[in-house]
């Protein structure tokens, strides 16, 4: 009966997450022009030529053509559906979790599925959207079916080749791909190898992408002419003002001096909090499971290694870009999906020690409403990061 109850909590957050994009998505309709990040990101396509960032972008510009539909109203469309595949399959991973606090920590907390709904509506869907789907439906499928030959590892290289055209950003993040599989093998296997072997090209190409000039200004007018009836506002105001599309006009030396303008002694230690904030769920879970004891020091290595790879990966974006709530919560939902699914990796499932108190649960609740992550730079304020905290400290 609990158990259905727990189901019931999960599922129900899964549609407050959706529907606060439904909403999003409604009131982005409406308006005269599309959003300069929210939308701009999605429809960078290949009209002015090859550039980066553009595979999704181009999909959906001849989509549009082949079915007649305005390419904006169709990108909205298009985000509610991915966002619903994403949110329906994770559910289907997570909901025969086990309940405890840790497992309600890290299924609730701010920095995982309800990041959209706690920073709405600054956090849409962006492209990471895709590489949790790969993340989750490799999980699935390792918990269902029995991996034989070349078909997973290949599926995933060419699910990485998509993920890098789509943003190559996501390159950083292809480790946690790998994860899996390792932890399904228990050792660096066959499958391991193999799937190792495969995200190779995927590298291969984001070096290439990374190391491609800056757009000009004749690819870029093309671009934007290309999104009717009516381009992002960025388009509009000729590059003056910034957004998705602008910024592939920028150089990585404009990154820098953008992420330095916004940064400052607030913005750092508020990212240091809520970061650290982040990472509690994911330890305390590990912690009460004992996740370690399951695995081998190999296995345990290897882990390490690639968390370790995909962090060296990711600190050159908190370099050149202030997404960094963002980049963190990438971490954190791939981390999540992960753990969860492993908990329900074998049917010997190991009850947490943790003892579940009214005082343990109310800690928890505490906890989870008590911060949010800010997705970028400009709302890394106290205020913003601990609304409640910061509304009880000013009524004193």
Request: aromatic content about 14%.
């Given at each position: ?11 129900t ?11 999003l ?45 305005n ?141 491609r ?23 509009l105001?000729h ?30 230690v ?35 290694l ?91």
């Amino acid at each position: 009966m609990v158990q259905k109850q727990f189901r019931l909590a999960i599922f129900t957050m899964i549609h407050v997450a959706l529907f606060s994009q439904i909403y999003l998505a409604h009131l982005l309709w409406q308006t005269s022009e599309p959003h300069e990040w929210i939308l701009g990101e999605w429809l960078i396509n290949y009209q002015g030529g090859f550039i980066r960032r553009g595979l999704l972008g181009e999909i959906l510009f001849q989509l549009s053509h082949l079915l007649s539909i305005n390419v904006v109203h169709l990108t909205i469309i298009a985000q509610i559906i991915v966002f619903a595949v994403f949110l329906y399959s994770t559910y289907f991973l997570i909901k025969e979790s086990p309940l405890s606090p840790a497992t309600v920590a890290l299924i609730f907390s701010p920095a995982f599925l309800l990041f959209t709904v706690w920073s709405w509506p600054y956090v849409s869907v962006r492209k990471e959207v895709f590489l949790y789907i790969t993340l989750v439906y490799t999980c699935l499928y390792l918990q269902r079916s029995t991996p034989k030959g070349f078909s997973l590892p290949i599926l995933i290289g060419i699910s990485a080749i998509v993920l890098v055209l789509i943003h190559e950003m996501l390159v950083a993040y292809l480790s946690y791909l790998i994860i899996p599989v390792i932890l399904y093998e228990r050792r660096f296997g066959q499958l391991a190898r193999r799937t190792l072997l495969a995200l190779l090209p995927s590298m291969i190409v984001a070096i290439l992408l990374v190391t491609r000039p800056t757009i000009n200004e004749t690819t870029w007018k093309v671009l934007c002419s290309s999104i009717q009836p009516v381009p992002p506002r960025d388009c509009l105001s000729h590059g003056e003002y910034l957004g998705a599309i602008t910024f592939l006009t920028k150089d990585t030396f404009f990154g820098i001096q953008f992420t330095r303008l916004f940064t400052t002694p607030e913005t750092i230690v508020v990212y240091v909090l809520t970061g650290l904030l982040s990472v509690i769920p994911i330890l305390y879970v590990v912690y009460s499971y004992k996740l370690w004891e399951r695995l081998a020091r190999t296995v345990l290595f290897l882990i390490g290694l690639c968390f370790s790879a995909t962090i060296v990966l990711t600190i050159p974006l908190f370099i050149v870009a202030a997404d960094y709530g963002r980049f963190i919560s990438i971490h954190i939902t791939c981390i999540s999906l992960t753990i969860l699914w492993f908990l329900q990796l074998s049917p010997a499932r190991i009850d947490p020690e943790t003892h579940q108190t009214p005082f343990v649960w109310i800690g928890i609740v505490l906890f989870l409403i008590n911060w949010k992550l800010p997705i970028w730079l400009l709302f890394a304020t106290f205020q913003h990061a601990f609304p409640l905290i910061s509304l009880l400290l000013a009524q004193r």
